[in-house]
Protein backbone atom coordinates (compact mmCIF):
# COMPACT_ATOMS: atom_id res chain seq x y z
CA UNK A 1 0.00 0.00 0.00
CA UNK A 2 1.09 3.59 -0.80
CA UNK A 3 3.23 4.96 1.47
CA UNK A 4 0.65 7.98 2.46
CA UNK A 5 -2.25 5.70 2.78
CA UNK A 6 0.27 3.43 5.00
CA UNK A 7 -3.02 2.54 7.50
CA UNK A 8 -6.34 3.31 5.72
CA UNK A 9 -9.21 4.02 7.90
CA UNK A 10 -12.48 2.91 7.20
CA UNK A 11 -16.06 4.16 8.56
CA UNK A 12 -18.22 1.01 8.52
CA UNK A 13 -22.24 2.24 8.71
CA UNK A 14 -24.43 -0.59 9.38
CA UNK A 15 -26.96 -1.33 12.11
CA UNK A 16 -26.19 -4.66 12.03
CA UNK A 17 -24.47 -6.12 15.56
CA UNK A 18 -22.66 -8.92 13.74
CA UNK A 19 -21.03 -6.89 11.01
CA UNK A 20 -17.89 -5.35 13.11
CA UNK A 21 -16.93 -8.64 14.57
CA UNK A 22 -17.09 -10.35 11.34
CA UNK A 23 -14.58 -7.88 10.24
CA UNK A 24 -12.28 -7.93 12.82
CA UNK A 25 -11.96 -11.45 12.27
CA UNK A 26 -11.27 -11.43 8.51
CA UNK A 27 -8.87 -8.51 8.43
CA UNK A 28 -7.20 -9.36 11.79
CA UNK A 29 -3.61 -9.26 9.95
CA UNK A 30 -4.39 -5.68 8.43
CA UNK A 31 -5.47 -4.12 11.45
CA UNK A 32 -2.73 -6.04 13.27
CA UNK A 33 0.09 -4.63 11.05
CA UNK A 34 -1.82 -1.39 11.52
CA UNK A 35 -2.48 -1.11 7.68
CA UNK A 36 -6.48 -1.13 7.69
CA UNK A 37 -8.20 0.74 11.22
CA UNK A 38 -11.80 0.90 11.36
CA UNK A 39 -14.55 2.46 12.78
CA UNK A 40 -18.05 2.24 13.23
CA UNK A 41 -21.40 3.94 13.54
CA UNK A 42 -24.84 2.24 13.57
CA UNK A 43 -26.80 5.15 11.02
CA UNK A 44 -25.81 7.64 8.72
CA UNK A 45 -26.34 10.41 12.01
CA UNK A 46 -23.75 8.68 13.55
CA UNK A 47 -21.81 8.95 10.64
CA UNK A 48 -21.57 12.23 9.85
CA UNK A 49 -20.96 13.11 13.66
CA UNK A 50 -17.71 11.29 12.88
CA UNK A 51 -16.97 12.77 9.58
CA UNK A 52 -17.51 16.14 11.44
CA UNK A 53 -15.22 15.28 14.01
CA UNK A 54 -13.09 13.64 12.09
CA UNK A 55 -11.52 14.50 8.73
CA UNK A 56 -9.20 12.04 7.92
CA UNK A 57 -11.75 8.92 6.95
CA UNK A 58 -10.73 7.74 3.83
CA UNK A 59 -13.11 5.43 2.98
CA UNK A 60 -17.22 4.91 4.34
CA UNK A 61 -18.64 1.69 3.92
CA UNK A 62 -22.68 1.47 4.22
CA UNK A 63 -25.52 0.13 4.21
CA UNK A 64 -28.63 1.43 2.42
CA UNK A 65 -30.98 0.50 4.55
CA UNK A 66 -30.92 1.91 8.06
CA UNK A 67 -32.56 3.50 11.09
CA UNK A 68 -32.36 7.28 11.58
CA UNK A 69 -30.54 7.98 8.11
CA UNK A 70 -30.68 5.57 5.50
CA UNK A 71 -27.55 5.29 3.14
CA UNK A 72 -28.69 7.21 0.30
CA UNK A 73 -29.51 10.05 2.09
CA UNK A 74 -26.08 9.59 3.52
CA UNK A 75 -24.38 9.62 0.12
CA UNK A 76 -26.40 12.57 -0.65
CA UNK A 77 -24.28 14.82 2.48
CA UNK A 78 -20.84 12.74 1.68
CA UNK A 79 -21.15 14.45 -2.04
CA UNK A 80 -20.85 17.49 -1.11
CA UNK A 81 -17.83 16.46 1.16
CA UNK A 82 -13.96 16.43 -0.13
CA UNK A 83 -13.82 14.47 -3.26
CA UNK A 84 -11.49 11.92 -2.51
CA UNK A 85 -13.17 10.75 0.63
CA UNK A 86 -14.93 7.53 -1.65
CA UNK A 87 -17.74 4.92 -0.52
CA UNK A 88 -18.85 1.63 -0.91
CA UNK A 89 -22.87 0.55 -0.08
CA UNK A 90 -24.04 -2.29 0.80
CA UNK A 91 -27.26 -3.45 -0.62
CA UNK A 92 -29.57 -6.46 -0.82
CA UNK A 93 -28.56 -8.68 -3.97
CA UNK A 94 -31.16 -8.27 -6.60
CA UNK A 95 -32.24 -5.12 -5.55
CA UNK A 96 -30.41 -2.95 -8.46
CA UNK A 97 -32.65 0.31 -8.33
CA UNK A 98 -31.33 1.69 -4.67
CA UNK A 99 -27.83 0.48 -6.10
CA UNK A 100 -28.12 2.19 -9.75
CA UNK A 101 -29.50 5.42 -7.34
CA UNK A 102 -26.63 4.86 -4.94
CA UNK A 103 -24.00 4.89 -7.87
CA UNK A 104 -25.59 8.10 -8.87
CA UNK A 105 -25.02 9.68 -6.08
CA UNK A 106 -21.37 9.03 -5.87
CA UNK A 107 -20.81 5.76 -4.45
CA UNK A 108 -17.39 4.25 -6.00
CA UNK A 109 -18.79 0.56 -6.00
CA UNK A 110 -21.07 -1.79 -4.19
CA UNK A 111 -21.15 -5.14 -2.37
CA UNK A 112 -24.32 -7.17 -1.87
CA UNK A 113 -25.45 -9.30 1.39
CA UNK A 114 -24.47 -11.94 2.66
CA UNK A 115 -20.96 -10.35 2.09
CA UNK A 116 -18.62 -12.27 0.45
CA UNK A 117 -15.07 -11.01 2.39
CA UNK A 118 -12.91 -12.01 -0.51
CA UNK A 119 -14.89 -9.60 -2.48
CA UNK A 120 -14.92 -6.59 0.02
CA UNK A 121 -11.27 -7.19 0.70
CA UNK A 122 -10.97 -6.21 -3.02
CA UNK A 123 -13.36 -4.04 -3.54
CA UNK A 124 -11.45 -1.83 -0.22
CA UNK A 125 -8.25 -2.32 -2.39
CA UNK A 126 -9.53 -0.92 -5.33
CA UNK A 127 -11.31 1.67 -3.65
CA UNK A 128 -8.71 2.86 -1.38
CA UNK A 129 -6.11 2.82 -4.27
CA UNK A 130 -8.69 5.54 -6.17
CA UNK A 131 -8.80 7.80 -3.21
CA UNK A 132 -4.97 7.44 -2.98
CA UNK A 133 -4.40 8.55 -6.80
CA UNK A 134 -7.16 11.09 -6.41
CA UNK A 135 -5.35 12.77 -3.05
CA UNK A 136 -1.86 12.57 -5.64
CA UNK A 137 -3.87 14.69 -8.23
CA UNK A 138 -5.25 16.68 -5.83
CA UNK A 139 -1.66 17.49 -4.15
CA UNK A 140 -0.46 18.08 -8.06
CA UNK A 141 -3.42 20.57 -8.09
CA UNK A 142 -2.63 22.41 -5.53
CA UNK A 143 0.70 22.80 -5.99
CA UNK A 144 -0.04 23.96 -9.45
CA UNK A 145 -2.09 26.35 -7.94
CA UNK A 146 0.30 27.56 -5.98
CA UNK A 147 2.96 27.89 -8.87
CA UNK A 148 0.39 29.88 -10.48
CA UNK A 149 -0.22 32.30 -7.37
CA UNK A 150 3.31 32.69 -7.10
CA UNK A 151 3.54 33.75 -10.95
CA UNK A 152 0.56 35.89 -10.68
CA UNK A 153 1.74 37.71 -7.70
CA UNK A 154 5.53 37.41 -7.26
CA UNK A 155 8.55 38.18 -9.04
CA UNK A 156 10.19 35.08 -9.88
CA UNK A 157 13.36 36.08 -9.48
CA UNK A 158 14.22 38.30 -6.73
CA UNK A 159 10.92 36.79 -4.97
CA UNK A 160 9.43 40.39 -4.57
CA UNK A 161 5.78 40.91 -5.02
CA UNK A 162 4.68 42.06 -8.69
CA UNK A 163 2.55 44.46 -9.54
CA UNK A 164 -0.63 43.27 -9.37
CA UNK A 165 0.44 42.20 -5.78
CA UNK A 166 1.38 45.86 -5.24
CA UNK A 167 -2.02 46.63 -6.94
CA UNK A 168 -4.02 44.66 -3.97
CA UNK A 169 -1.64 46.08 -1.31
CA UNK A 170 -2.59 49.58 -2.28
CA UNK A 171 -6.20 48.99 -1.96
CA UNK A 172 -5.99 47.88 1.37
CA UNK A 173 -4.35 51.03 2.37
CA UNK A 174 -7.44 52.53 0.81
CA UNK A 175 -9.11 51.06 2.82
CA UNK A 176 -6.92 51.54 6.41
CA UNK A 177 -6.97 55.03 4.92
CA UNK A 178 -11.06 55.23 5.13
CA UNK A 179 -11.35 53.53 8.28
CA UNK A 180 -8.61 54.80 10.45
CA UNK A 181 -6.76 57.82 8.29
CA UNK A 182 -3.85 55.82 8.07
CA UNK A 183 -1.35 57.46 5.53
CA UNK A 184 0.12 55.78 2.58
CA UNK A 185 2.82 56.62 -0.43
CA UNK A 186 4.35 54.87 -2.92
CA UNK A 187 8.16 55.44 -4.15
CA UNK A 188 8.60 54.77 -7.76
CA UNK A 189 11.95 53.96 -8.60
CA UNK A 190 13.55 53.74 -12.17
CA UNK A 191 16.91 52.35 -12.80
CA UNK A 192 19.04 53.11 -16.17
CA UNK A 193 21.55 50.70 -16.10
CA UNK A 194 19.92 47.62 -15.85
CA UNK A 195 18.98 47.40 -20.13
CA UNK A 196 23.20 48.56 -20.76
CA UNK A 197 23.92 45.31 -18.19
CA UNK A 198 21.53 43.14 -19.77
CA UNK A 199 22.61 43.73 -23.12
CA UNK A 200 26.29 44.77 -22.45
CA UNK A 201 27.54 42.08 -20.18
CA UNK A 202 24.73 39.54 -20.13
CA UNK A 203 20.99 38.23 -18.55
CA UNK A 204 23.31 37.24 -15.75
CA UNK A 205 24.61 40.10 -14.74
CA UNK A 206 21.51 41.80 -14.75
CA UNK A 207 20.02 38.83 -12.69
CA UNK A 208 22.15 39.71 -10.32
CA UNK A 209 21.88 43.64 -10.60
CA UNK A 210 18.08 42.90 -9.53
CA UNK A 211 18.62 40.99 -6.77
CA UNK A 212 21.05 43.17 -5.32
CA UNK A 213 18.95 46.13 -5.85
CA UNK A 214 16.37 43.76 -3.74
CA UNK A 215 18.72 43.22 -0.76
CA UNK A 216 19.17 47.11 -0.38
CA UNK A 217 15.69 47.92 -0.56
CA UNK A 218 15.12 45.81 1.91
CA UNK A 219 17.56 46.92 4.15
CA UNK A 220 15.83 50.07 3.92
CA UNK A 221 12.31 49.82 5.09
CA UNK A 222 10.59 48.46 7.37
CA UNK A 223 8.91 44.58 7.19
CA UNK A 224 5.51 46.54 7.00
CA UNK A 225 6.25 48.07 3.80
CA UNK A 226 5.78 46.49 0.53
CA UNK A 227 8.50 46.06 -2.14
CA UNK A 228 7.39 45.38 -5.37
CA UNK A 229 9.35 44.74 -8.97
CA UNK A 230 6.88 46.25 -11.44
CA UNK A 231 9.03 45.64 -14.52
CA UNK A 232 12.34 44.62 -15.72
CA UNK A 233 14.21 47.95 -14.10
CA UNK A 234 11.85 49.47 -12.40
CA UNK A 235 10.67 48.78 -8.61
CA UNK A 236 8.16 50.35 -6.11
CA UNK A 237 7.77 50.64 -2.29
CA UNK A 238 4.33 51.33 -0.33
CA UNK A 239 4.78 52.94 2.34
CA UNK A 240 2.56 53.22 5.02
CA UNK A 241 1.85 54.40 8.76
CA UNK A 242 4.29 57.14 8.87
CA UNK A 243 3.27 60.34 10.47
CA UNK A 244 4.15 63.44 8.29
CA UNK A 245 4.96 63.21 4.28
CA UNK A 246 8.47 65.08 5.22
CA UNK A 247 9.22 60.60 6.49
CA UNK A 248 8.57 59.90 3.00
CA UNK A 249 10.89 62.53 1.42
CA UNK A 250 13.65 61.60 3.71
CA UNK A 251 13.07 57.71 3.14
CA UNK A 252 13.09 58.54 -0.59
CA UNK A 253 16.43 60.41 -0.55
CA UNK A 254 17.93 57.61 1.44
CA UNK A 255 16.51 55.51 -1.65
CA UNK A 256 18.19 57.27 -3.73
CA UNK A 257 21.67 57.80 -2.27
CA UNK A 258 22.09 53.98 -1.97
CA UNK A 259 21.13 52.93 -5.21
CA UNK A 260 23.29 56.18 -6.77
CA UNK A 261 26.46 54.18 -5.35
CA UNK A 262 28.09 51.64 -7.56
CA UNK A 263 27.41 48.40 -7.50
CA UNK A 264 29.56 45.55 -7.19
CA UNK A 265 28.83 41.97 -9.26
CA UNK A 266 31.43 39.79 -10.13
CA UNK A 267 34.26 41.97 -9.81
CA UNK A 268 32.07 44.65 -12.28
CA UNK A 269 31.63 48.00 -10.31
CA UNK A 270 28.12 48.91 -12.09
CA UNK A 271 26.75 52.53 -11.69
CA UNK A 272 23.26 53.77 -12.48
CA UNK A 273 21.29 56.98 -12.89
CA UNK A 274 18.32 56.41 -10.50
CA UNK A 275 15.09 58.35 -10.72
CA UNK A 276 12.02 58.51 -8.77
CA UNK A 277 8.26 59.24 -8.18
CA UNK A 278 6.51 59.71 -5.34
CA UNK A 279 2.46 59.95 -4.64
CA UNK A 280 0.72 60.02 -1.55
CA UNK A 281 -2.91 59.56 -0.59
CA UNK A 282 -3.15 63.21 -0.07
CA UNK A 283 -2.24 64.22 -3.87
CA UNK A 284 -3.76 61.47 -5.81
CA UNK A 285 -7.32 59.62 -5.53
CA UNK A 286 -9.42 57.13 -7.63
CA UNK A 287 -7.97 53.61 -7.92
CA UNK A 288 -5.00 51.66 -7.33
CA UNK A 289 -3.89 51.50 -10.92
CA UNK A 290 -4.30 55.33 -10.28
CA UNK A 291 -1.70 55.68 -7.99
CA UNK A 292 1.07 53.38 -9.25
CA UNK A 293 0.41 55.37 -12.70
CA UNK A 294 1.12 59.43 -10.89
CA UNK A 295 4.51 57.53 -9.69
CA UNK A 296 5.02 56.63 -12.71
CA UNK A 297 4.14 60.08 -14.50
CA UNK A 298 6.41 61.72 -11.20
CA UNK A 299 9.28 59.41 -12.25
CA UNK A 300 9.08 60.90 -15.62
CA UNK A 301 8.91 64.02 -14.43
CA UNK A 302 12.10 63.34 -12.36
CA UNK A 303 13.98 62.10 -15.51
CA UNK A 304 12.90 65.13 -17.02
CA UNK A 305 14.21 67.36 -14.45
CA UNK A 306 17.08 65.56 -12.84
CA UNK A 307 17.38 68.69 -9.81
CA UNK A 308 14.87 68.49 -7.53
CA UNK A 309 15.84 67.79 -4.16
CA UNK A 310 19.27 68.54 -3.63
CA UNK A 311 19.90 67.88 -7.12
CA UNK A 312 18.65 64.27 -6.90
CA UNK A 313 16.33 63.09 -9.69
CA UNK A 314 13.76 62.77 -7.00
CA UNK A 315 9.97 64.40 -8.13
CA UNK A 316 6.62 64.24 -5.82
CA UNK A 317 3.43 63.68 -7.76
CA UNK A 318 1.20 66.82 -7.79
CA UNK A 319 -2.13 67.92 -9.22
CA UNK A 320 -1.01 69.52 -11.77
CA UNK A 321 0.61 66.51 -13.46
CA UNK A 322 -2.61 65.11 -13.42
CA UNK A 323 -3.64 67.08 -16.33
CA UNK A 324 -0.82 65.80 -18.34
CA UNK A 325 -1.34 62.40 -17.49
CA UNK A 326 -5.11 63.05 -19.13
CA UNK A 327 -3.64 64.69 -22.16
CA UNK A 328 -1.28 61.68 -23.01
CA UNK A 329 -3.76 59.33 -22.42
CA UNK A 330 -6.40 61.19 -24.59
CA UNK A 331 -3.55 61.55 -27.24
CA UNK A 332 -3.04 57.65 -27.07
CA UNK A 333 -6.35 57.10 -28.11
CA UNK A 334 -6.50 59.88 -30.71
CA UNK A 335 -3.56 58.47 -31.91
CA UNK A 336 -5.02 54.52 -31.84
CA UNK A 337 -8.25 56.42 -34.19
CA UNK A 338 -5.62 57.87 -36.37
CA UNK A 339 -4.12 55.05 -37.64
CA UNK A 340 -5.13 54.21 -41.10
CA UNK A 341 -6.85 57.30 -41.60
CA UNK A 342 -6.13 60.17 -43.69
CA UNK A 343 -5.00 62.38 -40.31
CA UNK A 344 -1.81 61.07 -40.66
CA UNK A 345 0.56 62.30 -43.59
CA UNK A 346 3.83 62.16 -44.71
CA UNK A 347 6.23 65.05 -45.24
CA UNK A 348 9.19 64.84 -47.03
CA UNK A 349 12.27 67.34 -46.75
CA UNK A 350 14.72 67.22 -49.76
CA UNK A 351 18.33 66.33 -48.87
CA UNK A 352 20.48 68.13 -51.73
CA UNK A 353 23.98 67.27 -52.98
CA UNK A 354 26.19 70.22 -52.06
CA UNK A 355 28.63 69.19 -55.07
CA UNK A 356 25.42 69.44 -58.04
CA UNK A 357 22.81 71.68 -55.91
CA UNK A 358 20.86 68.50 -56.86
CA UNK A 359 17.51 66.79 -54.79
CA UNK A 360 19.33 63.53 -54.20
CA UNK A 361 16.30 62.37 -51.62
CA UNK A 362 14.57 62.96 -49.35
CA UNK A 363 13.80 62.20 -45.42
CA UNK A 364 10.12 60.89 -44.60
CA UNK A 365 8.71 62.84 -41.89
CA UNK A 366 5.05 61.98 -40.16
CA UNK A 367 2.89 64.79 -40.33
CA UNK A 368 -0.81 64.38 -38.07
CA UNK A 369 -3.94 66.88 -38.59
CA UNK A 370 -6.39 66.45 -36.17
CA UNK A 371 -9.78 67.04 -36.97
CA UNK A 372 -10.68 68.81 -34.23
CA UNK A 373 -7.15 70.15 -32.47
CA UNK A 374 -5.06 70.89 -35.45
CA UNK A 375 -1.52 69.85 -36.21
CA UNK A 376 -0.12 68.48 -33.21
CA UNK A 377 3.66 67.67 -32.62
CA UNK A 378 5.47 64.94 -33.43
CA UNK A 379 7.49 66.16 -30.50
CA UNK A 380 4.51 65.43 -28.71
CA UNK A 381 2.82 62.39 -30.20
CA UNK A 382 5.83 60.00 -31.00
CA UNK A 383 7.64 59.49 -27.73
CA UNK A 384 4.21 58.99 -26.82
CA UNK A 385 4.03 56.25 -29.16
CA UNK A 386 7.35 55.03 -28.64
CA UNK A 387 6.45 54.13 -24.44
CA UNK A 388 3.02 52.95 -25.82
CA UNK A 389 4.04 50.40 -28.95
CA UNK A 390 2.09 52.41 -31.57
CA UNK A 391 5.40 53.21 -32.99
CA UNK A 392 5.08 49.57 -34.33
CA UNK A 393 1.82 50.20 -36.54
CA UNK A 394 2.91 53.99 -37.19
CA UNK A 395 6.31 53.34 -38.14
CA UNK A 396 4.83 50.20 -40.62
CA UNK A 397 2.45 52.98 -42.17
CA UNK A 398 5.35 55.07 -42.64
CA UNK A 399 7.35 52.90 -43.86
CA UNK A 400 5.05 51.57 -47.14
CA UNK A 401 4.41 54.83 -47.56
CA UNK A 402 7.13 56.63 -47.85
CA UNK A 403 8.77 53.66 -50.01
CA UNK A 404 5.61 53.52 -51.82
CA UNK A 405 5.51 57.13 -53.16
CA UNK A 406 9.42 56.98 -53.65
CA UNK A 407 9.12 54.15 -55.97
CA UNK A 408 7.00 56.11 -57.85
CA UNK A 409 9.09 59.17 -58.41
CA UNK A 410 11.88 57.59 -59.28
CA UNK A 411 10.31 55.91 -62.42
CA UNK A 412 9.86 59.96 -63.68
CA UNK A 413 13.32 61.74 -61.42
CA UNK A 414 15.85 58.89 -62.12
CA UNK A 415 18.69 60.88 -60.57
CA UNK A 416 16.34 60.45 -57.08
CA UNK A 417 19.21 58.16 -55.29
CA UNK A 418 17.17 57.24 -51.91
CA UNK A 419 14.24 57.69 -48.79
CA UNK A 420 15.46 58.18 -45.88
CA UNK A 421 13.36 56.84 -42.99
CA UNK A 422 13.34 57.12 -39.17
CA UNK A 423 13.42 53.68 -37.11
CA UNK A 424 13.21 53.71 -33.21
CA UNK A 425 14.76 51.94 -31.27
CA UNK A 426 11.16 49.80 -30.52
CA UNK A 427 10.63 48.91 -34.28
CA UNK A 428 14.58 48.46 -34.53
CA UNK A 429 14.55 45.40 -31.44
CA UNK A 430 11.37 44.09 -32.93
CA UNK A 431 11.65 40.70 -33.83
CA UNK A 432 9.58 41.47 -37.29
CA UNK A 433 11.99 44.26 -38.31
CA UNK A 434 13.59 42.55 -41.16
CA UNK A 435 10.39 40.47 -42.77
CA UNK A 436 8.47 43.87 -42.86
CA UNK A 437 11.35 45.58 -44.82
CA UNK A 438 11.70 42.67 -47.40
CA UNK A 439 7.77 42.72 -47.55
CA UNK A 440 8.04 46.36 -48.35
CA UNK A 441 10.18 46.30 -50.56
CA UNK A 442 8.89 43.51 -52.29
CA UNK A 443 5.41 45.23 -52.71
CA UNK A 444 6.74 48.43 -54.07
CA UNK A 445 8.86 47.23 -55.77
CA UNK A 446 11.70 49.81 -54.25
CA UNK A 447 15.27 48.86 -54.75
CA UNK A 448 16.86 47.72 -51.65
CA UNK A 449 20.06 50.05 -52.19
CA UNK A 450 17.66 53.16 -52.46
CA UNK A 451 16.40 52.49 -48.99
CA UNK A 452 18.08 54.66 -46.15
CA UNK A 453 17.21 53.46 -42.43
CA UNK A 454 17.98 56.39 -40.15
CA UNK A 455 18.50 55.02 -36.35
CA UNK A 456 20.43 56.82 -33.34
CA UNK A 457 23.32 56.14 -31.58
CA UNK A 458 21.55 56.21 -28.75
CA UNK A 459 19.01 53.71 -30.08
CA UNK A 460 22.17 51.53 -30.95
CA UNK A 461 23.90 51.31 -28.16
CA UNK A 462 20.74 50.34 -25.44
CA UNK A 463 21.63 46.67 -26.08
CA UNK A 464 25.69 47.02 -26.45
CA UNK A 465 27.61 47.69 -29.35
CA UNK A 466 27.69 43.64 -30.37
CA UNK A 467 23.74 43.17 -29.80
CA UNK A 468 23.49 46.47 -32.36
CA UNK A 469 25.59 45.64 -34.62
CA UNK A 470 24.69 42.26 -35.24
CA UNK A 471 20.97 43.63 -35.91
CA UNK A 472 22.60 45.95 -38.18
CA UNK A 473 24.13 43.34 -39.58
CA UNK A 474 20.35 41.85 -40.35
CA UNK A 475 19.05 45.14 -42.26
CA UNK A 476 22.40 45.71 -44.46
CA UNK A 477 21.97 41.97 -45.79
CA UNK A 478 18.68 43.30 -47.31
CA UNK A 479 20.72 45.99 -49.13
CA UNK A 480 19.38 48.68 -47.49
CA UNK A 481 21.62 51.47 -46.67
CA UNK A 482 21.95 52.33 -42.99
CA UNK A 483 22.49 55.97 -41.08
CA UNK A 484 23.21 57.11 -37.72
CA UNK A 485 21.30 59.91 -36.99
CA UNK A 486 22.57 63.38 -34.79
CA UNK A 487 26.10 61.59 -34.37
CA UNK A 488 28.14 63.14 -31.57
CA UNK A 489 25.65 63.81 -29.13
CA UNK A 490 25.08 60.51 -27.94
CA UNK A 491 27.57 59.17 -25.23
CA UNK A 492 29.25 55.94 -27.38
CA UNK A 493 30.09 58.42 -30.49
CA UNK A 494 33.63 56.72 -31.92
CA UNK A 495 33.89 54.40 -29.39
CA UNK A 496 31.30 52.12 -31.18
CA UNK A 497 31.15 53.19 -34.61
CA UNK A 498 33.90 50.99 -36.16
CA UNK A 499 31.35 48.44 -34.58
CA UNK A 500 28.50 49.17 -36.73
CA UNK A 501 27.95 48.18 -40.64
CA UNK A 502 26.48 51.53 -41.61
CA UNK A 503 26.88 53.94 -44.82
CA UNK A 504 26.64 57.43 -43.35
CA UNK A 505 26.54 59.79 -40.55
CA UNK A 506 23.96 62.75 -40.15
CA UNK A 507 25.96 65.50 -38.13
CA UNK A 508 23.63 67.15 -35.30
CA UNK A 509 21.83 70.75 -36.27
CA UNK A 510 23.44 72.12 -32.90
CA UNK A 511 26.69 71.44 -34.63
CA UNK A 512 25.66 72.95 -37.46
CA UNK A 513 23.89 76.47 -36.07
CA UNK A 514 27.60 78.41 -35.17
CA UNK A 515 29.32 76.36 -37.90
CA UNK A 516 30.38 79.61 -39.53
CA UNK A 517 32.10 81.03 -36.30
CA UNK A 518 35.17 78.92 -37.11
CA UNK A 519 35.00 77.43 -33.16
CA UNK A 520 34.35 74.10 -31.70
CA UNK A 521 31.14 73.43 -33.55
CA UNK A 522 33.51 74.21 -37.15
CA UNK A 523 35.47 71.75 -35.73
CA UNK A 524 33.48 68.98 -34.32
CA UNK A 525 31.70 69.34 -37.90
CA UNK A 526 35.38 68.77 -39.27
CA UNK A 527 36.46 65.82 -37.71
CA UNK A 528 32.93 64.26 -37.92
CA UNK A 529 33.22 64.54 -41.84
CA UNK A 530 37.06 63.87 -41.61
CA UNK A 531 36.48 60.32 -39.51
CA UNK A 532 33.67 59.42 -42.68
CA UNK A 533 35.56 59.69 -44.88
CA UNK A 534 38.32 57.49 -43.42
CA UNK A 535 36.00 54.89 -43.18
CA UNK A 536 34.15 55.67 -46.56
CA UNK A 537 30.83 56.35 -45.05
CA UNK A 538 28.67 59.84 -46.70
CA UNK A 539 28.05 62.57 -44.49
CA UNK A 540 24.46 64.46 -44.35
CA UNK A 541 24.35 67.64 -42.40
CA UNK A 542 21.09 68.70 -40.56
CA UNK A 543 19.54 72.03 -39.92
CA UNK A 544 21.52 73.75 -42.86
CA UNK A 545 19.48 77.58 -42.69
CA UNK A 546 22.49 80.19 -44.69
CA UNK A 547 24.30 79.46 -47.55
CA UNK A 548 27.12 80.39 -45.27
CA UNK A 549 26.70 77.23 -43.66
CA UNK A 550 26.47 75.08 -46.88
CA UNK A 551 29.59 76.80 -48.42
CA UNK A 552 31.66 75.83 -44.76
CA UNK A 553 30.36 72.16 -45.60
CA UNK A 554 30.91 72.20 -48.83
CA UNK A 555 34.61 72.76 -48.24
CA UNK A 556 34.74 70.59 -45.91
CA UNK A 557 33.15 67.86 -48.19
CA UNK A 558 30.52 67.42 -46.81
CA UNK A 559 28.27 65.45 -49.56
CA UNK A 560 25.04 66.19 -48.43
CA UNK A 561 22.81 68.62 -46.69
CA UNK A 562 19.33 69.15 -45.31
CA UNK A 563 17.86 72.45 -43.93
CA UNK A 564 15.38 75.05 -44.53
CA UNK A 565 17.58 76.97 -46.86
CA UNK A 566 16.48 73.89 -49.30
CA UNK A 567 13.21 73.15 -48.26
CA UNK A 568 10.98 73.07 -45.40
CA UNK A 569 9.32 69.27 -45.01
CA UNK A 570 6.97 69.58 -48.14
CA UNK A 571 3.50 67.28 -48.92
CA UNK A 572 3.44 64.84 -51.39
CA UNK A 573 1.99 67.37 -53.96
CA UNK A 574 5.05 70.13 -53.03
CA UNK A 575 7.42 67.67 -54.37
CA UNK A 576 5.44 66.89 -57.03
CA UNK A 577 6.36 70.55 -57.92
CA UNK A 578 9.88 70.62 -56.50
CA UNK A 579 10.67 67.82 -58.50
CA UNK A 580 9.04 69.37 -62.04
CA UNK A 581 10.48 72.59 -62.04
CA UNK A 582 13.98 71.02 -61.00
CA UNK A 583 13.58 68.58 -64.29
CA UNK A 584 12.38 71.68 -66.79
CA UNK A 585 15.56 73.53 -65.57
CA UNK A 586 18.02 70.92 -66.54
CA UNK A 587 16.18 70.23 -70.02
Known amino acids: MDQKLQRARILVVDDEVDLKHLIAQRFRAQIRA ?19 GDADIDLVLTDLNMPKMDGLTLLKYLSKRDETLKSIVISAYGDMPNIRTAMNEGAFDFITKPIDFQDLAITIDKTIESVQRLREQKDQLQEALKKLEIQAFYDELTGLPNQNHLIGRIRQCMEWWKQRQSPFAIVYIHLDAFKLVKYGLGHHFSDQLAKEVTNLLRNLVGDSDTIARINFDEFAILLHDFEELEKVEQKSIEIYDTLSQPIIINDSQISSKVYIGVVSNSTCTGQPTDFLRAADTAMHE ?82 MSEETKLIIPLGKWVLQEACCQFAQWQKSYTELEFISVNLSGVQLWNDDITNLIKQTLAQTKLAPGALKLEITETVLIQRGAKTGAEYLEQLRNLGVLLSIDDFGMGYSSLAYLKAFPINTLKIDKSFVDEIEKQDKDFEIAQTIVALAHALNLDVIAEGVEYDEQARILKALNCAYAQGYLFAKPLTTEEVNLLLEKSLRQSE
Open 34 to 52: NELEFLYAHNGEEALEILE
Open 302 to 383: AKRADDLIGNKAIQFFHTSMQAGVTHRLELETELRKALGTEQLQLNYQPIVNLTTGKVSGFEALVRWQHPVKGWISPIDFIP
